[in-house]
């Protein structure tokens, strides 16, 4: 089915991470995507944004074109509202991220449930422009706020045995239609959202604990009011609205891994080499261009090389 839309995004990527499993409720979601063009013209504009300020690290600059406001806040992936991309920014506007908690527990030697208030105090916040690769085959670039979740994890302690984090995001079927049963539930994922990292990852200096974006609070559609931002794992791993971070022994169940293992594994690294089961990943479509690009192992940033010596990256995807 081909859904005409404005620019070049095309639909062909809508279902993309959708899930075959079970056919009748792929069926109903089929019928409710059959609607998306009529909801699509109704064209909501993103929410006027808060501005944010941060310092811009110039040492994440990249020579890649910034993807167009417009487009990050109206093409996303974000299930709780629906899986069709113009969803999230459509379904999102009466989503409350404010007041707002996280719980950080598990093997810490200080756990605590910190304000939002508290979070963006935490450390001085930075703009980034980082590249971002969904495995659908699409990316994007985008100036993110934001500070090293390391800042974060130092202040509860990690014991000696904790080896991976888990994120949470929000379970509310109040505000989240996608957490409903019924028609927007076809995406086959378990609520709450969960993703995880091992400990070294998280404590990695690319990974963003993230509260804005283009000098602006987070926009509610991209995972308001805060998300972790992983720039060289594929998208999923970049949960958003996150309520809680658990500190653990063994690798934690992720909801994508859950769902569709042989499709999502836990690392999910950027890898042009290693294919999804039902496409390639060796090139992807940059949101607002139109020859597709070479996508680059671990999304270019090279830096996280050592981070994997000695695995068997088509074993461990
Ligand atoms: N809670 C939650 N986080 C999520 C998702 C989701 O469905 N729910 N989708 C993921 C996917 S598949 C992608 S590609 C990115 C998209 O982030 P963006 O919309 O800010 O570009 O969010 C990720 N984080
Ligand atoms: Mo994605």
Known sequence: MLIKRGGDIRSGEITDQALYLNRRAFMVGAAALAFAPIMAAAGVPPPAGQPLAATRNKSFDLPDAMTKFQDATTYNNFYEFGVNKEDPSQLSGSFKPRPWKVQVDGLVQKPKTFDLDDVLKMAPLEERVYRMRCVEGWSMVIPW?????SDLIKRVEPTGSAKYVEFSTLVDPAQF????????NFGGLDW?????LR?????HPLTLMTVGMYGQVLPNQNGAPMRVVVPWK????SAKSIVRIRFTADEP????NKAAPQEYGFYSNVNPKVDHPRWSQATERRIGEFRRRETLMWNGYDQVASLYTGMDLKKQY
């Open 177 to 184: 239609p996608g957490q409903k049963k019924g028609i927007f």
């Open 199 to 203: 400990l070294d990852e998280a404590l």
């Open 145 to 149: 706020i934001g500070f090293p979740l």
């Open 192 to 196: 709450p959202y969960t993703e995880g």
């Open 234 to 237: 594929y998208g999923f791993k």
């Open 253 to 256: 169940k992720t909801a994508w």
